[in-house]
């Protein structure tokens, strides 16, 4: 399974990388059978945000690590490098741009943005 991974570098600057989650063949529900799963990751919080039609955020670090799903309508990121990325329904983001300059974010469209958002410890 891929994600977005947004990361900073010493000098507090964002980039953009792709990663692969890796699975293997667990025990999820038993007694259905087994499944390809991840290591489980200690989560703090789950948020799910609304962002409307026509939103651009000013500049900014992400709140705390955190991931986040897109559920509907498409967002434009901005790396602190200049990279730019989309990210629609079915995209993964995980976000770790915590202490840097940040990233900008950008509704696409005219459809709102729904995203589930799993904050991290």
């Known amino acids: 399974?891929?994600?977005?991974?947004?990361?900073e570098d010493e000098n507090g600057v964002s980039h953009f990388g792709d990663a692969g989650i890796a699975l293997a063949m667990g025990d999820f529900?038993?007694?259905?059978?087994?499944?390809?799963?991840?290591?489980?990751?200690v989560a703090r919080a789950l948020v799910y945000l609304t962002l409307p039609a026509g939103w651009d955020g000013a500049k900014h670090r992400s709140?705390?690590?955190?991931?986040?799903?897109?559920?509907s309508?498409?967002?434009?990121v901005e790396a602190g490098?200049?990279?730019?990325?989309e990210i629609g329904p079915g995209?993964?983001?995980?976000m770790e741009d915590v202490a840097g300059s940040g990233h900008t974010t950008a509704v696409l469209g005219d459809e709102e943005v729904r995203l589930?958002?799993?904050q991290l410890e």
Do not use: K, N, Y
Not at 1 to 7: D, F, P
Not at 63 to 71: G, I, K, M, S, T
């Open 91 to 94: 995209g993964i983001w995980r």
């Open 63 to 71: 709140p705390r690590r955190q991931v986040a799903f897109c559920l």
């Open 116 to 118: 589930a958002i799993v």
């Open 1 to 7: 399974m891929q994600l977005l991974h947004l990361t």
């Open 81 to 85: 490098d200049g990279e730019v990325r």
């Open 73 to 76: 309508g498409r967002l434009r």
């Open 29 to 41: 529900a038993p007694p259905a059978p087994p499944l390809l799963l991840s290591e489980a990751e």
